[in-house]
């Protein structure tokens, strides 16, 4: 166990369906960080969150929106799927954002697949 | 921009041969540089990272990799393969001078298969 908890592990829907995705970071970390990986696409960032405030975007569709709460979970809305949403969505924490010395890396979760039928 | 390249798709070698990862990548400041190691249905594992400070890095489970400022590249490498080293290895990079964000950039991913 990792220590970074996603649910749900397996989610099926059809498209046009709207799903949220949930994160719970690694006790005391504070950074929250989204990917998607897909077989064509590789491990594709789409969005940081440090302390409840969004800290970077990268590809993220307008379709999708996160967030992360006081309590520092985190959570990734996908809306009006498509077929090609189908992919692994994975959570990272890290302590902080990762400036100067502290750049440890990262903690991941194990994924929630999504399915879209 | 950053970017990571990783060259093949997929490395084959015989359990007991060493083996090597290939891992470039491109940023504009001074790199951070990880190995993650992904076994199916898991989410990623850290290998080790390279920070500043010796060239050569070693990591968990026999693994190192050697930092090469001048050709850009972070090779991962193991002395003896193992069967259980079979995995989906991805390197990733984040340039330590962009204070705006701190993500990762992952490669695509190399598919190592060790045989016995």
């Known amino acids: 166990d990792s220590g970074v908890t996603q649910t749900p592990k397996h989610l099926i829907t059809a498209t046009g369906q709207r799903v949220t995705l949930r994160c719970s970071p690694r006790?005391?970390?504070?950074?929250v960080y989204w990917y998607q990986q897909s077989l064509d696409q590789g491990l594709q960032f789409l969005i940081q969150?440090?302390?409840?405030?969004?800290?970077a975007k990268g590809n993220i569709l307008e379709r999708f929106s996160a967030q992360q709460f006081p309590d520092l979970h985190s959570e990734l809305n996908l809306s009006s799927l498509e077929l090609g949403d189908s992919a692994l969505y994975f959570c990272?924490?890290?302590?902080?954002?990762?400036?100067?010395?502290?750049?440890?890396?990262?903690?991941f979760g194990s994924g929630t697949r999504l399915t879209v039928v | 921009a950053q970017s990571v390249a990783q060259p093949e798709d997929q490395v084959n070698v015989a359990e007991g041969n060493p083996l090597t990862v290939k891992c470039t990548y491109s940023v504009s400041g001074n790199p951070y540089l990880f190995w993650y190691v992904q076994y199916p249905n898991r989410g990623l594992q850290f290998l080790l990272k390279?920070?500043?400070?010796?060239?050569l890095v070693k990591g968990s489970y026999g693994f190192e990799a050697e930092f090469n400022k001048s050709q850009t590249s972070f090779h991962l490498k193991k002395p003896s393969a193992l069967v259980s080293d079979s995995a989906l290895y991805f390197c990733?990079?984040?340039?330590?001078?962009?204070?705006?964000?701190?993500?990762?950039?992952f490669g695509k991913g190399t598919t190592l298969s060790v045989s016995s």
């Open positions: 969150y440090y302390n409840g405030e969004e800290r």
């Open positions: 006790s005391g970390d504070l950074s």
């Open positions: 390279y920070i500043t400070g010796d060239n």
């Open positions: 990272a924490s890290s302590e902080r954002p990762m400036t100067g010395r502290y750049s440890y890396g990262y903690t």
């Open positions: 990733a990079v984040r340039d330590s001078g962009n204070q705006a964000g701190t993500a990762l950039i």
